[in-house]
């Protein structure tokens, strides 16, 4: 409480850069968790998330490297864990996976069709991320400095996108979305009949070495 009111939310940078949390109880008043409210406590490693949360977006755990585990209360009607990383209710959003994890892929569960911004951040032991048919939404920042991916996999039915050496592409191959590998140096060759090239593409690509453009973008 504050002032006799009960505290609802937890908000942009509430815990920004946090040396010391290692594990965090939300309380049963907060209905909303925003903004970047744990970035950057690198020695997070657990979450309790009580049935009144309602509301997570902004990306509020973002760069907790360390984080393992968040656990949703069953009776919560908003969101779900599966093994430890944080869903939907209904399992069709994926809101972020736990980067402490020491596991070299993570298949994105069937169903799933929304991936939200940074689910996968700084998840140093990830190689390869797997996208089932169903996801139709994977934005340019659902994936960021994610140093040891080799790329991602799609299910050949995906509707929307296809992987090109381990790169995401647009399901018609001409759009060049998001450049998933990064832990070697890469040379990066763009296929011809690309035609265009996403926002943010490369975007904090460090071993990028060099790219070649074909004539069709």
């Known amino acids: 409480e504050y002032k006799g009111l009960p505290v609802t939310e937890i908000s942009v940078w509430a815990f920004r850069s946090s040396d010391i949390l290692r594990s965090v109880t939300i309380s049963e008043s907060i209905e909303r968790i925003v903004g970047s409210a744990f970035f950057d406590c690198n020695k997070l490693e657990s979450v309790n998330i009580p049935k009144s949360v309602n509301y997570i977006a902004g990306a509020p755990f973002e760069s907790c490297n360390s984080l393992k585990e968040i656990i949703v209360d069953p009776q919560n009607e908003y969101y779900c864990s599966i093994d430890g990383n944080l869903f939907s209710k209904d399992k069709s959003e994926l809101v972020f996976y736990t980067p402490g994890k020491a596991q070299a892929e ?41 140093n ?16 090109i050496d381990g790169n995401l592409y647009s399901k018609d191959g001409k759009t060049f979305l998001k450049f998933c590998v990064s832990d070697e140096k890469i040379d990066l060759v763009i296929p011809d009949g690309v035609t265009s090239i996403s926002a943010f593409a490369a975007y904090y690509c460090d071993d990028l070495t060099s790219v070649v453009i074909p004539e069709t973008v």
């Not at 040891?148 to 992987?163: F, K, V």
């Open 106 to 146: 993570f298949i994105i569960p069937e169903g799933v069709s929304v991936v939200h911004k940074s689910a996968f951040s700084h998840c140093e032991f990830l190689k390869n991320i797997v996208l089932p048919a169903t996801v139709t939404e994977f934005p340019h920042d659902a994936i960021m400095f994610c």
């Open 148 to 163: 040891s991916l080799q790329g991602i996999s799609i299910d050949e039915n995906n509707p929307t996108y296809r992987a």
